[in-house]
């Protein structure tokens, strides 16, 4: 009998004991999540005309940028310090109090909306709703990623080390990742604006409309080009270009352009591809993506 009611009582003890590591376990949980909102900073902006198409500006030197299109009227800012997970520095017994502020900046006028971020030493990611037609000048420098979603209007884009993602868009983009990749997928273009997508370590991979009718330049240093659009290249002999000052000394010196050119569909919009260590995919939508292309 007595070691029936010691064994129940062990049991009892192990069950209370679970429950209370249990419910420490949901505590840190909301403890942390309350931590996470606290670090977030959101604003609705306004437009001083919803009717008419908007344009955002983003320059950040420390973070990501992702923007997406919704069925709206207002531009949504959220900005996020990003998380620091030393903790427990100590200095003197003290312990250090994370800064979480984002230091984020609004301001709206005549439907221009211009954001940025006063933390310059510490990662603050934005993510911004946008109405869909929605023009966008993006930028950021390190530690991050630009991803755009489903935006119509003009997109200047440039991120100097890390990716940039543009899905589902429509209009026209001058793109450039200069180490990292360049993923563009267009619904819908503008024919009558010129193109340009660049990077200097990273694939190049661009996704148009089937009947696209462009004017394309291309040039890769250490990388291939591909297409499964049938483009017609040029038979003109490259463009030679005198350097300023060869003949002096009695030198002689000419640059010869090591761009290729051709035609997609008759010829259109002039479209730019620029790389140096990478491949440039230029693709035609519905067309399957070969099992060796950029990942």
Known sequence: METSVSYNVMQISKYQCALRMLACVVLTSILLVAVGDAESDKVTVPLTDPSRPSTVKVGLLNGSITVTAYDGKDVIV???????????????????????????????????????????????????????????????????????????????????????????????????????????????????????????????????????????SMSSDRGEVFSDFDVQLEARAPIQTPVQGAREGGRFKVNVDKTVRGKINGGGQEIQFKNFNGNIYIRRAGTAAPANAAR
């Open 78 to 216: 959220e900005a996020k310090t990003r998380a620091d997970n030393d903790t427990s520095s100590r200095i003197g017994g003290m312990k250090r109090i994370p800064m979480t502020a984002t230091g984020l900046s609004v301001e709206e006028e005549n439907n221009q909306v211009d954001i940025g971020a006063q933390s310059v030493q510490r990662t603050v990611d934005i993510a911004i709703q946008v109405p869909r037609r929605t023009s966008l000048h993006l930028k950021t420098v390190n530690d991050g990623d630009i991803n755009v979603t489903g935006v119509e209007g003009e997109l200047d884009v440039d991120n100097v080390n890390g990716e940039v993602t543009l899905k589902n868009i429509s209009g026209n983009a001058v793109a450039h990742a200069l180490n990292g990749r360049l993923l563009v997928t267009f619904d819908r273009i503008n024919p009558q604006k010129a193109m340009a997508f660049s990077s200097l370590n990273g694939d190049v991979d661009v996704t148009f409309p089937a009947d696209l009718k462009a004017n394309v």
